[in-house]
Nanobody, 127 residues
Framework: QVQLVESGGGLVQAGGSLRLSCAASVPTFSGYTMAWFRQASQAPGTDREFVATIGWKGANIDYTDSVKGRFTISRDNAKKMVYLQMNSLQSEDTAVYYC?????????????????WGQGTQVTVFS
């Protein structure tokens, strides 16, 4: 059973920074591809938007275009942690951010490919 717990969300002024953390309870964390998604609206039928993904050994990193150059995903396999450093935050980044995991080396941007999800952490950016 894989459990993911996010932390680090909060209220931040536009242009500011936040660092999200995701703690994973899984025996072989290094065998999982990890990702961050976000959901701006909790209305039914709203899809989770891909933000960033990182492969087993910290390679195969990819970002959605809107966060490239501002966000950085990283992982610490020894600590079983994934991070999302978010700089130059904009109001459009306001959302609930979710940590996600899938077993295997193939990175993907589709939420349907990820089997495990955290409960989410709220990020609110104000002007």
């Amino acid at each position: 059973q894989v459990q993911l717990v996010e932390s680090g969300g909060g209220l931040v002024q536009a242009g500011g920074s936040l660092r999200l953390s995701c703690a994973a309870s899984v025996p072989t964390f290094s065998g999982y591809t990890m990702a961050w998604f976000r959901q701006a609206s909790q209305a039914p039928g709203t899809d989770r938007e891909f933000v960033a993904t990182i492969g087993w050994k910290g390679a195969n990193i990819d970002y959605t275009d809107s966060v490239k150059g501002r966000f950085t995903i990283s992982r610490d396999n020894a600590k079983k942690m994934v991070y999302l450093q978010m700089n130059s935050l904009q109001s459009e980044d306001t959302a609930v951010y979710y940590c996600a995991a899938k077993f295997g080396a193939v990175t993907t941007m589709s939420s349907y490919d990820y089997s495990y999800w955290g409960q989410g952490t709220q990020v609110t950016v104000f002007s």
